[in-house]
């Protein structure tokens, strides 16, 4: 599939646009930039251009146009009447991408419902009908529909179309529903463990860290969204450290809205960690602009207020150092790491288990000695400095991260006295 690509912003929009179409598997053939004060609302950059256009995709034989622009029905099909061949737009793109990346149930039924959304208001330009109804009057349950009682006065194909397609998106919409409520019970039923989620944007390297840290084989391409589907595993970034870490897709600048109430089951990860790594692309010049999309996203999901650690990624293959050092004068806590080669990862395991423990206290406990379960707690998840054995108890001394303090309390311990904060 050839492609003339054309966008009313600036060059790295269109190259983002071009990585886009050529993971769709599109040949860019040509690119298109217009710089507009005002959006023509019915072929959105004005008829002149548009003949220009139509010029262009003659003159390279291109088999279609995509705008990194969300179109209006309307716009595309005029568009296309001047044109002559297919428009899309931004989202129709990346609805296409998704569709190619699915590969289980869930995925599957989010990216459907998606594209129904996405398709629902443009029914009116489609020059064919779905194929569900193509054989009205049928023995199929669509044939049906489209057969006997749909043959009355008034009855036009569009309103039929209409019908099956929010039909269907009734049905993804419930199905999905029990998928939540199962996802939900899941993360839930991951019990007192620590749960660590990996943001950012497509092809920040994500899927890497994730198998570089706990051997997921997790399927890795140099392809933004190369994986829709989460994948939880079990990390220990210190001793007496367990904790859970899951990766979810990719984020990318004005990412469809249809996709992210879909893809909410997946999101919700992001909602229920406890820790957020925002893996960032540092050797991407547009490395600022994609922490402010990966933002956006999180906002949109609700997950904005959790505790979020930046980790600058690829760090191994910047370019230019001076880009490096203003991104660390904006985010002076960040990790620098490179996933690829394992640089910094000593660093981040640190820091993620620093995050996991919380401020150190110096505790006295008083135990059973029955209760062995204190001391093997304290053993390993703390430091113990001293122990004292009187009659049938024991007053121990230890070091312990605050966020631990529940799972010792829950162990039943005599008393527990903070001697030092």
Known sequence: MAAVLRTAGGSDNLAELTALAESAGAIVIDRFQQKIRTIN????????????????????????????????PRQVRELEEIIQIKVLDRSELILDIFATRAKTRQAKLQVELAQLEYTYPRLARMWSHLDSVAGAGGGTAAGTVGGIG???????????????????????????????????????????????????????????????????????????????????????????????????????????????????????????????????DVS??????????????LEQVGSNEKTTMIVFNKVDIIKKVSELEMLQTLFPDAVCISARTGMGLEQLSEA?????????????????????????FLRAYGQVL????????????????????????????????????
């Open 41 to 72: 609302p019915v072929t959105y950059i004005g008829k002149g251009k548009a003949l220009q256009l139509a010029g262009r995709v003659k003159r390279f034989k291109a088999d279609a146009v995509i705008f990194d622009n969300d179109l209006s």
């Open 150 to 280: 749909t043959r009355g006065p008034g009855e036009q194909q569009l309103e039929i179309d209409r019908r099956l397609v929010g039909k269907r998106i009734t049905e993804l919409k419930r199905e999905l529903v029990n998928i939540d409520k199962r996802k939900l019970r899941e993360i839930k039923g991951r019990g007192g463990l620590f749960k660590i989620c990996l943001v950012g944007y497509t092809n920040a390297g994500k899927s890497t860290l994730l198998n570089t840290l706990t051997n997921a084989g997790v399927v890795v391409e140099d392809r933004l969204f190369a994986t829709l589907d989460t994948r939880t595993r079990k990390w220990r970034p210190a001793k007496g450290t367990e904790v859970l870490l899951s990766d979810t897709i990719g984020f990318i600048k004005s990412l469809p809205h249809q996709l992210v109430a879909s893809f909410k089951a997946t999101l919700e990860e992001t909602t229920n960690a406890d820790l957020l790594l925002h893996i960032v």
């Open 284 to 297: 991407n010049p547009d490395a600022l602009k994609q922490i402010d999309s990966v933002n956006k996203v």
């Open 352 to 376: 993620v288990s620093a995050k996991y423990k919380g401020a150190e206290l110096l505790l006295r406990v008083s135990s059973s000695q029955s209760n062995g379960k204190v001391q093997s």
């Open 386 to 421: 001293k122990e004292q054995y009187c009659d049938s108890s024991v007053q121990i001394d230890a070091r312990l991260g605050r966020n631990q303090l529940p799972g010792l309390k829950s162990l039943h311990p005599k008393n527990i006295e903070i001697v030092e904060a």
